[in-house]
């Protein structure tokens, strides 16, 4: 039987010297990224190590605290009065508004917030038939 010695080529070894060349490619583009990335992050991690000593970075957080306590400071300044209240004043406004709550009771018209929530009840039972009716 005779065999050749030339490999047989097929249509498709093309596409595959193309999909290597390019697979080539991409790892070497990858590999240039990741040293490129290292490199830089060395740098910035080595100039933020040489700007920011302790001594600076302790003044940093030392001013911060500073205003910290001015803002907290301020704002209890605000909320001070001229008085103390005590639970007595609490209770006395408690109290007053019980009171005012029931006399407001005895004013209100019951029956007219019946009527207008047995309204909107049935607005809103027509509203959902209709969509209802819209879908099917």
Known sequence: MYTSKEPVRT??????TVASVVTAVCLLV???TLVVIVSYSVETVHHLQSTYHPEKLAAIISDASD???TIHSTTSMLKSSHREITIMDDFN?????????SSS???LEVEKILQ?????RSM???FVDS???TFD
């Open 11 to 16: 249509r498709f070894d093309f596409l595959q």
């Open 30 to 32: 990858i590999t240039i």
């Open 67 to 69: 205003a910290i306590h």
């Open 93 to 101: 406004r408690l109290i007053t508004t019980l009171k005012e709550l």
């Open 105 to 107: 009771l005895n004013t």
């Open 116 to 120: 207008e929530s047995s309204s909107w």
């Open 124 to 126: 809103s039972e027509h």
């Open 131 to 133: 969509v209802k009716k």
